[in-house]
């Protein structure tokens, strides 16, 4: 491995990472387009400027951790090709790690969308 010689290879280096993952990684995907509806649906409920930003924070939150996830596998795939409890075990962790991340965005959606929702339908 080299390192980048230029920032426009550092940034293709990157965007090469982020089409690996979409390509190769299911719950990349699900976890990008639903980010992409969750985006619209704020858009539909006019949510503030601060909550927009808060939700794009979650959402890069969700696609980076899974970004870090695929990485820890790849890493414990590559040093360990037979079973190893301990593989498991790091393994486990990093996707729990995702998990959570992903239900504490849930969670602050859920408080972001309720009140919205609730205005909407009692107009």
Same mark, same amino acid.
């Given at each position: 491995?080299?390192? &980048? $010689?230029?920032?426009?290879?550092? #940034?293709? +280096?990157?965007?090469?990472?982020?089409?690996?993952?979409?390509?190769?990684?299911?719950?990349?995907?699900?976890?990008?387009?639903?980010?992409?509806?969750?985006? #619209?649906?704020?858009? #539909?409920?006019?949510?503030?400027?601060?909550?927009? !930003?808060?939700?794009?924070?979650? *959402? !890069?939150?969700? =696609? !980076?951790?899974?970004?870090?996830?695929? %990485?820890?596998?790849? *890493? =414990?795939?590559?040093?360990? /090709?037979?079973?190893? /409890?301990? %593989? $498991?075990? *790091?393994?486990?962790?990093?996707?729990?790690?995702?998990? #959570?991340?992903?239900?504490? &965005?849930?969670?602050?959606?859920?408080?972001? +969308?309720? /009140?919205?929702?609730?205005?909407?339908?009692?107009?």
């Amino acid at each position: 491995m080299r390192k &980048a $010689k230029s920032l426009k290879e550092s #940034f293709s +280096f990157a965007w090469r990472g982020f089409c690996h993952c979409f390509a190769h990684e299911r719950n990349f995907r699900i976890h990008l387009v639903t980010g992409v509806a969750v985006l #619209f649906v704020a858009l #539909f409920l006019d949510v503030s400027l601060a909550e927009f !930003a808060l939700l794009l924070l979650l *959402i !890069a939150v969700v =696609i !980076a951790s899974e970004m870090f996830n695929t %990485a820890i596998e790849t *890493i =414990i795939d590559l040093i360990s /090709p037979e079973y190893h /409890p301990l %593989a $498991k075990v *790091i393994k486990d962790v990093a996707a729990g790690a995702v998990f #959570f991340v992903c239900i504490t &965005a849930v969670l602050i959606g859920v408080v972001i +969308f309720v /009140p919205h929702l609730h205005q909407l339908l009692i107009r």
